[in-house]
């Protein structure tokens, strides 16, 4: 069922491509398939990405979601009890401690507004480059001119391209490793698991809505439709909304566009500890690490690994924004890394299975007789 899917979406791919190209110009057909995936793909990207808006949206509009005012703080002061009771509920203390000594807030208000899509945005259009780029390279452009070749580029190994994890020409399975695949499966991998993570974050924003700390003393503080978004328990909470109180370089919760589009519960899980260690993790396996070749007491091997290894700050200095500037508990972050864990390992264990299924067919086939 699932091969006769692919299938029927392959002919209907083939027959958009020579419909819009026309079925004698190959190398039209090559450029009009490559732009069709790219579309595709953006697509995709900027529809994931714009899950905190489309939380709003439902936030703001649909009937079924209008106790989620009540539902945030109940799931608040759940999160509260649960870190009270296990230790993690330093975030108070640690905002005074920080105000006390480094303030900067301008610089961290910014930093949690700003750094986050953009990184985000940087490191997806990077990745996508780099798939072109290698699909570019693949492509015989002067034997499409002269039509004689097919318009899709021509993969290692076309039998097993559409696996993530690609076994070479043996009677048994051989599991490759991430530096193994190629440019384009490895974009394929670090989308899917980037998507995955982003849409189970969009599940929790609407399922499970929670009011972050910023919220819990502030008693007049209003959304777009004029509702008071506060718990105003000032006696309980001492929580400084650091944005609202010192604003940003970008913008201010008060911006009438801001209320429009922001989800004030959208904090469990922490959309942006999830894309900032999603993107750690694809810059360490993009990165690879370094050739067996190189000595260990080589500054080279140091360079490349303090490179490879140093954007791990880059989440740990996200986290710690997102704590300090009262936009979400520690358990925010857990549960995002949690979810950003779940997805990778959703994915991986998706392909082994798919890579596995695949060599057995091949091994099964050459033991036909016929």
Known sequence: MKRRFSQALRQLKRKLVVGIAGPSSHQRQAVVSLVLLALTEVALLAL???????????????????????RALSNAQGIVAFERMTGLFFEQPLQRWHDSRFAGWSFWNTYYAGVHPVVTVVFLVFLLMRMFAWKLTRVNWKRLNEGSASPEYTPVS???ESSYYSPPAAAAPVYGTFADLTPAQQYRFLRAVWVLSAWIAFLGFLFIPVMPPRLLPVCDFFNAAGANVGACLTTEFSFTDTIGAHGSLLWDWNDESVKALNNPYAAFPSQHTIFAAWCAISWIHVLGPAASSLPVRSAHYWLRALLRWGIIVYPMVTIYCIVITANHYIADALGGLIVLAFSYAAVHLYYVYKARRLATHKELSAAMPY
Do not use: K, Q
């Open 48 to 70: 994931t990405f714009c899950t905190n808006f489309l939380s709003a949206y439902i936030h703001n509009t649909a009937e079924v979601f209008r106790g989620f005012r009540l």
């Open 158 to 160: 076309a039998e097993f």
